[in-house]
């Protein structure tokens, strides 16, 4: 906690340079014992980010494992630069997610994975296969190490060795890692787990001699020449907290990835770049076998573990089981196949419904980008055009006759957009055929669940109040599920704008006495100003930034062609609530 | 910033062209407009300071193009690309290819302004260092042949005596070597001299 305090306050020390203002952004780097230089090797590292995501200030604070994990649970680091395992544990407790993968380089190779290898000294005839490491002294880096040692645990586990119960003496040396490969070769220890880059590095440097080594149970690739004895894992990753806006996010990503292998911030940092994130399935496969963090409260036991601990109760229980067994096995086979085509159509039908999902996902997701595409060019235009016009205007210079043309210029570029979004319409009115008689409250949890993600992410609790026994509905169910969303998003927009204490919304269906179903969504943000009403529904005002709003006046056309209005009703809560209704029989065209 | 800087804007949508130029010269900013990259690549003289707005897409030479040719022409503005909204693999791929920064349309003003100011800034002190260095070996080129070895011996950190010994002259010659050698590289003190060096890159360390 300190050093991040102690960080901090050295950025705004720094006072008379130009960033003095700029938001400053405290990395926590994972730090172990034995490692002294883990602030500087990084903080060329910040120095780029600063530099390619202009406007925001980086410092790199080295942290041990757990104070790590502290300052990210208490939000005093916003990224983390850490090992896979690690990561992983933040990544499960935290919600961190990777954003780019370390690479380093060997040979001109670059590699973005690394696995452990388990020496003996090659004279040591005695140490020829795993098994034979029984009963010897063995060595590792630190027990909180994944490539020094989980991984190599967690080998030695499918040769069924208990590196805690099965060597005469299990060490762990601490960093830097270079030792136990000199303790080897010195016969101070038998065996020892290093991570492959430790290998490379000291074959690179002329201290050590390959030949002089046995790796037990070795594997190779091409890709990969260096020697191990595991498979490979993902190298360490730069990873962001919950809740690090989007946009800064996708900038650092970015900047990582575009980070040249020679560049001087990975020379001094002794890497070679980022790569996209890679897939940290396998590590998280291998914490949960070890019952490692953030496993290790995960029942998730061998059923050797369960019998070892409980084998009375074990006992016991098989012997009710086989009673219970041989009375209804007889019951059982009578069912069988009544149950077993049961599951099956059961089966077909889920399947079905993740397919439409999806189909209906995809074809959101094209029309929203196009639109966003397409409008993109016009709505630049014109805030550079009003723009530009402001600061005119605020410097005293702007001429009249410029002011016209340029408002001319203004007025066809509305146009344009406005004739983009009449196209859209048009489209979505050809594509009409598809009035189906649907559930509305499926239908609204369908929609509800595309939307989820959003609101989970600006931390907005999304509540279902579904009325009983609706009759169905015949509509347009992506057009339908496309509005639900589209106000939704809408809705989780204005909450996170207004930071409204309250961040709830509400999606209630009802039948109504027009033979229809209502559905409104309400939202505890802001509400509709005055006199803003009919300004809401203009193109443009709703377009938002995530390429998923459609704009409420796409949503207006699609209600209109389900034969109704989007209306804006009085909300006890005080925020927004629109309402429309799904019809029971189809809208005539 | 200088007076003389010139943003130049490659983009092939004539309006977006246009109300960018009325953007950036509501900043002050001298602008000039090109509907492609082949028409900026015949306009564009390598002397002119400032930087360029490239738009990514366009038909025929495209941004990442136009950013390899002016690569391979030793073309070094510095370029600020500008993508369509969400196109990250575009914006990757100019960042790569050595763009200063990026910017997703439609863009805030004042963002845009601080880039091509970063810009701006990046591309003068670029040329101020390239002028230096240019005549500072002007300098080192009105050098003899002795002057020039007399240099690499003070460079090399050697005495008078030294040198002398080194060239098989007399103490008195290295001395009148040396002072013209000063003189002619307008130095006062052998640190500026080596200052000079190190920056026109003339200092290279012997093996």
């Known amino acids: 906690m300190w050093k991040v305090v102690v960080a901090l306050l050295l950025v705004a020390c720094a006072g008379d340079r130009a960033w003095a203002e700029t938001p400053s952004h405290p990395i926590g780097v994972l730090t172990r014992e034995g490692e002294d230089d883990t602030g ?10 600063a530099e390619r995501v202009s406007g925001h200030v980086f410092v790199m604070v080295p942290l041990r494992q757990e104070a790590l994990s502290r300052a990210v649970a208490r939000g005093e680091v ?26 380093h380089a060997w040979r001109d190779m670059l590699h973005s994975t690394a696995g452990a290898a388990i020496l003996a000294r090659a004279d040591r005839n005695d140490i020829a296969w795993m098994s034979d490491l029984k009963g010897k002294s063995f060595m590792a880096v630190s027990r909180e190490s994944f ?33 136990i490969v000199e303790a080897v070769r010195d016969g101070l220890v038998d065996a020892a787990a290093v991570r492959t880059d430790v290998l490379e590095r000291m074959v690179d440097e002329g201290t050590v001699n390959l030949t002089a080594f046995r790796v037990l149970h070795p594997r190779a690739s091409a890709q990969h020449p260096v020697v191990r004895s595991t498979d490979l894992y993902p190298e360490w990753a730069f990873a962001a907290a919950q809740g690090v806006p989007e946009d800064l996010v996708r900038r650092v990503a970015l900047a990582l990835q575009a980070m040249p292998a020679a560049h001087i911030a990975a020379q001094s940092g002794r890497y070679a770049g980022w790569t996209a994130p890679l897939d940290y399935q396998p590590v998280h496969e291998v914490l949960r076998d070890l019952h490692l963090p953030p496993y290790d409260d995960v029942v998730d036991l061998t059923l050797f573990e369960i019998a070892h601990r409980h084998w009375l109760w074990l006992v016991g229980a098989s012997a009710l089981l086989v009673l219970l ?31 439409s999902h999806v189909g209906r996902l995809a074809a959101m997701g094209e029309m929203s980008t196009t639109l966003a595409h397409e409008l993109n060019q016009p709505l630049t235009a014109i805030v550079n055009y009003a723009k530009g016009s402001i600061r005119r205007l605020e410097a005293g210079n702007l001429d009249k006759e410029d002011l016209a043309r340029v ?15 009449r196209g859209l ?65 809408n809705a989780i927009e204005a909450i996170d704008d207004a930071r409204s204490p309250r961040r709830e919304i509400t999606i209630a269906t009802q039948r109504n006495e027009r033979k229809g179903v209502d559905v409104t969504v309400s939202d505890t943000g802001p509400g509709v100003p005055e006199g803003g009403v009919d300004r809401l ?28 209005r989007l209306r804006i009703v009085a909300h006890a809560a005080g925020g927004a609530a629109f309402r429309f209704t799904l019809p029971e029989t189809e809208p005539r065209s | 910033m200088t007076a003389g800087q010139v943003i130049f804007v490659v983009d092939d949508d004539p309006t977006l062209r246009e109300s960018l130029c009325w953007l950036l010269q509501s900043m002050n900013l001298r602008v000039q407009t090109f509907g492609s990259a082949s028409e900026f690549l015949s306009a564009y003289e390598p002397a002119q300071a400032g930087c360029l707005l490239l738009d990514v897409r366009m038909p025929d030479i495209s941004g990442l193009q136009l950013q390899e040719i002016m690569a391979a022409r030793g073309l070094r503005l510095p370029v600020i690309i500008i ?64 002057e020039t070895e007399v240099l690499d011996g003070v460079l090399g950190g050697r005495s008078n005596k030294q040198i002398a010994a080194d060239l098989g002259i007399s103490i008195k010659t290295v001395e009148v070597h040396r002072a013209r050698v000063m003189e002619k590289m307008h130095a006062a003190t052998v640190g500026q001299l080596a200052a000079q060096c190190v920056v026109a890159g003339l200092y290279k360390a012997k093996p």
């Not at chain 2, 910017?103 to 002190?125: G, H």
């Open chain 2, 83 to 146: 993508t369509g909204h969400g196109d990250v693999t575009m914006a990757v791929r100019a960042m790569k290819a050595g763009a200063h920064d990026f910017l997703e349309k439609p863009f805030n003003d004042q963002a845009l302004l601080e880039r091509v100011q970063q810009c701006l800034a990046i591309d003068a002190s670029r040329r101020r260092e390239e002028a230096e260095r240019e005549r500072i070996a002007a300098r080192a080129g009105m050098l003899t042949l002795r």
């Open chain 1, 40 to 49: 500087e090797r990084w903080s060329a590292t910040a120095d780029y980010l």
């Open chain 1, 425 to 489: 319409r048009d489209f979505l009115r050809k594509r009409k055929p598809v009035h189906e008689p649907a559930d509305a409250n499926r239908l609204v949890r369908e929609a509800v669940d595309l939307a989820r993600l959003k609101a989970h992410h600006k931390n907005v609790t999304v509540r279902l109040e579904l009325g009983e026994s609706l009759p169905p509905v015949v509509v347009d169910v992506v057009q339908i599920e496309q509005v639900i969303v589209n106000l939704v998003h």
């Open chain 1, 537 to 564: 529904f203009e193109p443009f005002v709703s377009t938002k930034h995530d390429g998923m709003g459609m704009g409420l006046s796409i949503s207006r056309s699609i209600v209109e062609a389900h034969g109704d």
């Open chain 1, 147 to 179: 490539g020094g040692f989980q991984l190599a645990w967690w080998e030695l586990r499918s040769h069924d060795i208990d590196p805690f119960r099965d060597f005469s003496r299990l060490v762990f040396s601490g960093f830097p890692a270079e030792r």
């Open chain 1, 407 to 421: 408002l001319e210029r203004i007025a066809a570029e509305g146009q344009r957009s406005a004739e983009i979004i």
């Open chain 1, 78 to 103: 916003e990224f983390a630069l850490t090992s896979p395992g690690h990561y992983v544990e933040l990544a499960v407790l935290q919600g961190m997610h990777c954003l780019a993968t370390l690479q």
């Open chain 1, 325 to 355: 067994i041989g009375t209804t096995a007889y019951t059982l086979r009578r069912n069988y196949w009544l149950k077993a085509s049961k599951s099956a159509l059961e089966r077909a039908r889920t399947a079905e419904a993740e397919l």
